[in-house]
């Protein structure tokens, strides 16, 4: 099992631009999310989603976009570009509520926007 | 609003002495607690957790202990080591109600040799 897979790992962006992060989990995982790191403000949720075709905002969306048409898959959408979006975002996978260990993390894209 | 609180950035603990890293929080909702290790360049690990019906959760050199009338967690590692040396974050959600985990702004722990 490849786990929680994230492309690309590295991106630079110029204001204004779009572009999509993606992320895959082959682990059949019914809950996804979005969170982005950055120095000093820890891990903030962007985006979460508890199955295909059900998603909801998180603590900090604005400026995020994001669908989930397959159990696999779980874009984040960026969809004007703006320098605060410089971050690392970092996608993450969990079984089901149940489960007692909380997400599977993939290992980041570290985003500039200049 | 920050509903998950770790005041300490950052502690140096001796390798071999005790590791107490704490985590506070402010909603009475949240009933499941857990805590991640994040080495540089890499996501965030999994280590351990706790439901709000315990007060005391042990895995080998971990142990977590949660006060709910103080809202207050602490993760304790025994004995530190240098591998243990990462950022750790708290984090917390509402199990029977949405899957929103709320992670804090993390600690850095430093083991000297």
């Known amino acids: 099992n490849a786990g929680v897979t994230q492309t690309p790992k590295f991106q630079v962006l110029k204001t204004g631009q779009s572009m999509t992060l993606q992320c895959a989990q082959d682990?059949?995982?019914?809950?996804m999310s979005w969170y982005r790191q950055d120095p000093g403000m820890g891990l903030r949720l962007i985006h979460y989603s508890v199955g295909a075709g059900i998603t909801d905002q998180g603590e900090v969306p604005n400026g995020y976009n994001v669908s989930r048409s397959t159990t696999e898959d779980f874009p984040l959408r960026l969809l004007s570009a703006a320098p605060s979006q410089t971050s690392v975002y970092f996608c993450?996978?969990?079984?089901?509520?149940?489960?007692?260990?909380?997400?599977?993390f993939g290992s980041g894209t570290r985003l500039t926007v200049v | 609003d920050q509903q998950v609180k770790q005041n300490s950035p950052s502690l140096s603990v001796q390798e071999g002495r005790i590791s107490i890293l704490n985590c506070d929080y402010t909603n009475s909702m949240f009933d499941y607690f857990l805590w991640y290790k994040k080495y540089p360049a890499e996501g965030p690990t999994f280590l351990i957790s706790?439901?709000?019906?315990?007060d005391k959760n042990e895995d080998g050199r971990f142990t977590v202990f949660l006060n709910k009338s103080a809202k207050h967690l602490s993760l304790h590692i025994v004995p530190s080591q240098p591998g243990d040396s990462a950022v750790y974050f708290c984090a917390a959600t509402t199990f029977h109600r949405d899957d929103k985990i709320i992670f804090g702004k993390g600690t850095r722990l430093h083991i000297l040799p």
């Open positions: 993450a996978s969990r079984i089901d509520r149940l489960s007692n260990y909380g997400y599977t």
């Open positions: 682990m059949n995982h019914e809950y």
């Open positions: 706790i439901s709000s019906i315990k």
